[in-house]
């Protein structure tokens, strides 16, 4: 075997003419040509799409819809005028036109995000979309004949895009939401609940976008009232081992959907949130380590290259923890109604005038009102294990499993999917932890030890990059030390400064202004209960606490962070017997040195 040449490599010098080298100037041509043939693609598709020959339109609607994957192109293609070129062929007579043009459309908002929405609606996208909805609603009729069976595939397919476009839409746009109430379109949609004449998956999709197009939106609610009946029979449906993740992501939705029409003081209403719950703890108790072993139980035999059967089984099992994903979704929203977050200070709403730290931290009177919920919804809560369900649901997929999934596309689109469900998992335990009592949590040592297992996967497991786990397991830390404040728990009475070191290093690495605040709150409540406890060894930890607390105002740029840290600092010194410890450290004179930084850091927003 011969030796391998040691590549030389010389020094860059830099061009000393100062004008293009050869390479330079062809990367460059390269460029523009790309440039051009885009341009050049994109005329072509305009000109396809407004063909009267069908094979050209169809042609240029799928050109259109491979460079909209592009987000750029997306909201070139949207700003364009699209809307107004597609927009007749939502109602043309030919069904594959139809479909074409409504799935190049969600493409192109899907990828050019609130540019292309605004785009859309600006050029009215809104009119044939309804057109052809109640073009569906009139004349529609699904047939099991299986003569016509691809006729009826087509059609379902033309359907299912349109009615998500919708959803897209009314989730991202309120002028959707404004025409949707005009047009009357929820009486539209609800016509296609009927499993037994339009099938699970158009029922599933039809929820999904009411779901949506409900949301803070009375006029909506009041027309889904009359479905309610619908909605329960749908809720109490029987999964077999074939239609598993095609009613679980029916009755997921489904139970959102309920939720919101509900109103538990108002309407008498409690006993459907109830059955909600238990559909949502139905779904939760979907073992995900068993789908995961499942799931690589295939790749060992199929690699890169899935059979029918195993692509089967993998959209089920993603179909099933995107289930997860909204269960989870939907119970924080069940425990944060007419509730202020605690991560909600961000004073640029504010209009108020701030006079001095008092006025600054008067707000937390707000944060720390726990939302009471109703007795019934406890109980359901206890019956269905539920806080150990969502517990569950913050494991994350251990390295040997990882490991494996990353060698298959399928394999990381499902880790990614396991990612989100973690974070999920914990925004949703911040918000029960917030709103139940420590007896409905499982009692102080469920709890404490709950804090210990997070902060382990925040302070040594996690990517110190990946924001969006940190922020939310660092949420749930909050709030579990938060609950145990409240009882004056002495756990933490033989802590040392060493013990705090990762929190404080954190705070201070740490470029995510949200994962700040939630570990200056941590730091402030700790100090709290150690101050509470009156252990007096734990004195001069409540200082070294201040005293980093007082530093990070004076380092921070984010004034609402500020504001977080100094509220802290009221709530550790709002005793008179911390009076002593106060005047050890010149408290109140460090504070009125603050004034002036905050108020020019709060008067930049």
Request: some cysteine; proline content about 2%; aromatic content about 4%.
């Amino acid at each position: 075997m011969g030796k391998q040449k040691r590549d030389r490599r010389k020094p860059h010098k830099e061009n000393p003419t100062g004008l293009l080298s050869v390479k330079d100037f062809e990367v460059t041509e390269a460029e523009n040509v790309i440039n051009e043939d885009r341009e050049t693609a994109l005329q072509r598709a305009y000109e396809e799409i407004q063909s009267v020959n069908v094979e050209e339109k169809l042609s240029g609607l799928q050109t259109l819809e491979s460079m909209s994957c592009d987000s750029e192109l997306a909201v070139q293609i949207a700003k364009d005028g699209i809307a107004k070129m597609i927009g007749p062929l939502l109602i043309d007579r030919n069904v594959l036109v139809r479909s074409g043009s409504v799935s190049a459309l969600r493409y192109i908002a899907d990828n050019g995000k609130e540019e292309a929405y605004n785009s859309l609606m600006k050029d009215d996208i809104m009119t044939p979309l309804c057109s052809s909805l109640k073009q569906y609603y009139i004349d529609w009729q699904p047939t099991l004949n299986q003569s016509e069976k691809s006729k009826v595939n087509n059609e379902k397919e033309a359907f299912v895009q349109a009615v998500t476009l919708l959803w897209t839409l009314c989730e991202n746009n309120e002028y959707a939401i404004k025409y949707s109430n005009e047009e009357d379109l929820v009486s539209i949609l609800t016509k296609f609940l009927d499993i037994t004449v339009y099938g699970m998956e158009i029922a599933t999709v039809t929820v999904q976008c009411l779901l949506s197009l409900s949301e803070d939106n009375s006029i909506a609610v009041k027309k889904l009232k009359c479905c309610e009946n619908t909605l329960l029979q749908l809720l109490s449906l029987e999964s077999n081992d074939t239609n598993e993740s095609e009613i679980v992501c029916l009755k997921t939705a489904v139970t959102g959907l309920l939720i919101g029409l509900s109103n538990c003081v108002e309407n008498n209403s409690m006993s459907t949130v109830c059955k909600a719950i238990i559909g949502l703890s139905e779904t939760l108790s979907i073992d995900c380590k068993q789908l995961m072993c499942n799931f690589i139980s295939i790749l060992p035999y199929e690699k890169n290259a899935f059979s029918n059967i195993h692509k089967k089984k993998v959209q089920d099992s993603r179909k099933l923890f995107g289930a997860q994903q909204q269960a989870l979704e939907i119970l924080a929203n069940l425990c944060s109604e007419d509730q202020e977050s605690d991560n909600d200070s961000n004073l640029e709403d504010s209009d108020c005038e701030i006079d001095g730290i008092d006025d600054i931290c008067m707000s937390d009177k707000l944060n720390k009102m726990n939302l009471s919920l109703p007795l019934e919804i406890i109980e359901v809560f206890n019956s269905c294990n539920i806080i150990a369900k969502v517990w569950d649901k913050t494991t994350a997929v251990d390295k040997d499993t990882v490991e494996i999934l990353e060698q298959n596309g399928d394999g990381k689109a499902i880790l990614h999917q396991m990612h989100t469900l973690n974070c999920r998992a914990y925004l949703c335990l911040n918000n029960l932890i917030s709103c139940l009592e420590l007896d409905a949590l499982g009692g102080m040592e469920k709890i404490y030890r709950m804090w210990v297992n997070i902060g382990t996967v925040v302070f040594k497991d996690a990517n110190p990059n990946d924001t969006e786990l940190l922020e939310s397991a660092t949420a749930a830390m909050r709030a579990i030390l938060q609950k145990l404040s409240e009882v004056k728990p002495n756990v933490f009475n033989q802590l040392t400064l060493t013990d705090l070191q990762p929190m404080l290093n954190g705070e201070r690495q740490c470029t995510n202004a949200n994962v700040r605040a939630n570990l200056l709150r941590i730091l402030g409540n700790f100090a709290l209960i150690l101050i509470n406890n009156n252990v007096p060894q734990t004195h001069e930890l409540v200082k070294q606490v201040t005293v980093f607390l007082l530093d990070a105002c004076m380092t921070e740029s984010k004034a609402w962070v500020i504001a977080e840290a100094l509220d802290a600092i009221m709530d550790i010194y709002s005793e008179d017997d911390s009076d002593q410890l106060a005047h050890e450290i010149e408290l109140v004179g460090k504070l009125h040195a603050l004034v002036p930084l905050f108020k020019n850091k709060a008067s930049l927003f």
